[in-house]
């Protein structure tokens, strides 16, 4: 029993001798009201360019994009158009048998001709009508002929009248059917036909082959302009407020890494959607070298706004105290970080912008978070790499140096 308390005793004692030799060494360490020294890494408040940037994803459309289908049914007979093809306004695509529509137009024309025949014939009868109306109401100023007869030669006029109406509609109708059959001949010849530009286009997508039986309608190939391509991305609503009409847009895509294209905004959309809490807009980009292709992602940067000659420090010199971000501004002189508060701008590239207030010198970037306001601290030398000038490893050194 005795022999376990002589032996706890002397860890006692060694414990204490080892309390008393960090308490002195940290005593040797410490600032003026007893707190340890850190080390600390700073860097210098600078002056640069803050840039308020945007990033955004999103898809790559065509400007514009229709499918070429065919009016009328019918066998495709041709197509002369592949996928990749360019193709001018007007342009036949394809081309339906026509045989059909050619025997209609044919008798079309037949029709109209026998209804033409009958309206010279109405007419002939109604000039004798005319005619004979005449004479018998000569006749009775005369009193040669009677009232009946007159009366007889007016409805027979009359009747010869309306005959004459009958044909002339006819005529019109026959007319029209030919024209109709004119226009359905000439939907056999399928053509790309747009209203803007008259620029090239080019096919997109090749729906079927010739040979195939096609009802109205039936797609048979698409016609894209992607000369301007339309990017889309959405914003949250923090950036909706920044976006302009006209605002210049820098495109990026995995396709052509390295690679910038131009654009700018051309359309916001006049609402955020509820489900997404994003609004759609849509930036025009040109196209003329034909690089970018529809569906292709992107990344497009947005330039909000510049702020020259602005106040930054690096962002990892941002820390907080009592709820208050700030930074700590290092006293090289006295070895003492002053904590100031700060209003806190925009990042740009690893420097934050600091509004207020007006800072000069250098800031602590690393060690921070064991700093209090007026904390003794430790900083490296500026040059740290600096060395004398000296033999290299295994020169000999001038005469009489000791190796």
Same mark, same amino acid.
Request: without cysteine; charged residues 25%; neutral net charge.
């Given at each position: 029993m005795k +022999?376990?308390?002589?032996?706890?005793?002397?860890?006692?004692?060694? @414990?204490?001798q080892? %309390?008393?030799?960090?308490s002195?060494?940290?005593?040797?360490k410490?600032?003026p009201?007893?707190r340890?020294?850190?080390a600390?890494?700073?860097?210098a408040?600078?002056?640069s #360019?803050?840039?308020?940037i945007?990033i955004f994803?999103g898809?790559?459309?065509p400007?514009s994009?229709?499918?070429?289908? =065919?009016?009328? $049914?019918? +066998?495709?007979?041709k197509?002369?158009v592949?996928?990749?093809?360019?193709?001018?306004k007007g342009q036949?695509?394809a081309e339906?048998?026509s045989?059909e529509?050619l025997?209609?137009?044919?008798?079309?024309?037949?029709?109209?001709?026998?209804?033409? &025949?009958n309206?010279?014939?109405?007419?002939s009868?109604l000039e *004798? &009508?005319?005619? !004979?109306?005449e +004479?018998v109401k000569?006749?009775?100023?005369?009193r040669?002929?009677s009232?009946?007869?007159?009366?007889a030669?007016a409805a027979?006029f009359a009747?010869?009248?309306?005959?004459?109406?009958v044909?002339l &509609?006819?005529?019109?109708q026959?007319d029209? $059917?030919l024209?109709?059959?004119q226009v +359905?001949?000439s939907?056999?010849?399928i053509r790309?036909s747009w209203e803007e530009?008259?620029?090239e286009r080019?096919?997109g997508e090749?729906?079927?082959d010739e040979?195939?039986?096609?009802?109205?309608?039936? =797609? *048979?190939?698409?016609?894209l302009d992607i000369?301007?391509?339309t990017?889309?991305?959405?914003?949250? !609503?923090?950036? %909706?407020?920044?976006?302009?009409?006209g605002?210049n847009?820098e495109i990026? #895509?995995?396709?052509?890494?390295?690679? @910038?294209?131009s654009?700018r905004v &051309?359309?916001?959309?006049p609402?955020?959607?509820?489900?997404t809490?994003?609004?759609?807009v849509e930036l025009e980009i *040109?196209n003329?070298?034909g690089?970018?292709k529809p569906?292709?992602?992107?990344?497009?940067q947005?330039?909000?706004?510049v702020f020259?000659?602005?106040?930054v420090v =690096?962002v990892d010199a941002? #820390?907080?105290r009592g709820g208050?971000p700030?930074v700590?501004?290092?006293?090289?002189e006295n070895?003492?970080?002053r904590f100031? =508060?700060?209003?806190?701008?925009?990042?740009?590239q690893g420097?934050?912008?600091?509004?207020s207030?007006?800072?000069?010198g250098e800031?602590?970037?690393?060690g921070h978070?064991l700093l209090e306001?007026g904390?003794?601290i430790?900083?490296?030398e500026?040059d740290p790499?600096?060395?004398k000038?000296?033999p @290299?490893?295994g020169?000999?050194?001038?005469?009489?140096?000791k190796?």
């Amino acid at each position: 029993m005795k +022999r376990y308390i002589v032996v706890a005793a002397l860890v006692g004692i060694a @414990a204490w001798q080892i %309390y008393v030799r960090m308490s002195n060494t940290a005593t040797q360490k410490a600032g003026p009201r007893g707190r340890v020294a850190v080390a600390v890494e700073t860097a210098a408040v600078q002056k640069s #360019t803050v840039r308020d940037i945007g990033i955004f994803t999103g898809t790559l459309y065509p400007r514009s994009q229709f499918v070429v289908a =065919p009016k009328v $049914a019918g +066998r495709l007979e041709k197509l002369h158009v592949k996928m990749a093809d360019r193709v001018k306004k007007g342009q036949v695509i394809a081309e339906i048998e026509s045989e059909e529509y050619l025997q209609q137009l044919d008798q079309a024309k037949a029709e109209l001709e026998v209804a033409r &025949a009958n309206l010279a014939d109405v007419k002939s009868a109604l000039e *004798i &009508a005319s005619k !004979e109306l005449e +004479r018998v109401k000569t006749l009775r100023q005369k009193r040669i002929a009677s009232e009946s007869e007159l009366d007889a030669s007016a409805a027979q006029f009359a009747a010869q009248e309306a005959k004459h109406k009958v044909a002339l &509609a006819q005529v019109a109708q026959k007319d029209a $059917a030919l024209k109709a059959s004119q226009v +359905r001949l000439s939907y056999t010849e399928i053509r790309a036909s747009w209203e803007e530009g008259d620029s090239e286009r080019i096919v997109g997508e090749r729906f079927v082959d010739e040979g195939a039986m096609l009802a109205a309608n039936t =797609p *048979i190939v698409s016609v894209l302009d992607i000369s301007v391509l339309t990017g889309v991305i959405h914003v949250i !609503e923090k950036d %909706y407020p920044k976006m302009r009409i006209g605002r210049n847009a820098e495109i990026h #895509t995995d396709a052509y890494p390295g690679q @910038a294209f131009s654009g700018r905004v &051309a359309r916001i959309a006049p609402l955020v959607k509820e489900m997404t809490r994003t609004a759609r807009v849509e930036l025009e980009i *040109i196209n003329s070298d034909g690089l970018l292709k529809p569906g292709m992602f992107i990344r497009a940067q947005i330039e909000f706004s510049v702020f020259e000659n602005a106040t930054v420090v =690096p962002v990892d010199a941002l #820390t907080k105290r009592g709820g208050r971000p700030g930074v700590f501004i290092a006293d090289r002189e006295n070895l003492k970080a002053r904590f100031s =508060p700060a209003e806190i701008g925009l990042t740009d590239q690893g420097l934050l912008q600091i509004l207020s207030p007006e800072i000069v010198g250098e800031v602590v970037t690393l060690g921070h978070h064991l700093l209090e306001d007026g904390s003794t601290i430790i900083l490296a030398e500026k040059d740290p790499g600096a060395r004398k000038p000296g033999p @290299a490893p295994g020169e000999k050194g001038p005469a009489g140096s000791k190796p």
